[in-house]
C-alpha cells in the first residue's frame, strides 16, 4: 500500500495473506458479509495501527505478542488527556465481539481514553494494545 492514511475491508479471515499497510495510519477493518461472523489471526499483516473488529456480527481476532510489534503506530498517540503513547496498536469492536491474546498477558495494566473511547491497555514490551473496553478479551 502508499503512503497516506489507508483503510482495507475484509470480509473474510485474513490468515496467510500479507498484506503490509505501509506509512501512516492504516486501518483494517472486517466487513461482515453473507450472515458470516469473521474468525481472523493478524500474523500476516503489518504496518497497520489499527484492527476494527466491529462488522455487524460478533467478530474475533486472534493476536500474538509478535502481531503488536509488526503492527503499531510509529508516531506518538495522544490520548484524550494530552498524554502521548509510543508504538500503539489499536483494536475497536462492540459487545460481542473478541480478542484471543496469546504471549500478551490477559490483565490490562491500565486504561485510556481516545477519541471519546475507553480502552485497556496491554503491554507487550515497548508497545502497547489498546482493546476497546467493549471486546471482550480471552
Known amino acids: 500500500m502508499g503512503s497516506g492514511n489507508d483503510i482495507v ?8 495473506e500479507s498484506i503490509n499497510g505501509g506509512d501512516d495510519f492504516d486501518t483494517l477493518e472486517f466487513v461482515n458479509r453473507d450472515g458470516e461472523a469473521i474468525t481472523s489471526w493478524i500474523s500476516s499483516i503489518s504496518n497497520f495501527e489499527k484492527i476494527d473488529i466491529k462488522g455487524t456480527l460478533n467478530n474475533s481476532v486472534f493476536i500474538h505478542k509478535d502481531d503488536v510489534e509488526r503492527n503499531h503506530n510509529a508516531k506518538p498517540t495522544v490520548d484524550d ?9 489499536i483494536i475497536d469492536g462492540n459487545e460481542g465481539d473478541k480478542v484471543n491474546l496469546s504471549e500478551i498477558s490477559k490483565v490490562a495494566s491500565s486504561q485510556v481514553n481516545y477519541e471519546g473511547k ?5 503491554n ?12 471482550a478479551v480471552g
Request: zero cysteines; a negative charge.
Open 9 to 16: 475491508r475484509t470480509s473474510g479471515s485474513v490468515s496467510g
Open 81 to 89: 488527556s494530552g498524554k502521548s503513547h509510543n508504538n500503539v496498536l
Open 118 to 122: 475507553t480502552y485497556h491497555v496491554y
Open 124 to 135: 507487550t514490551g515497548s508497545n502497547e494494545l489498546w482493546v476497546d473496553s467493549d471486546i
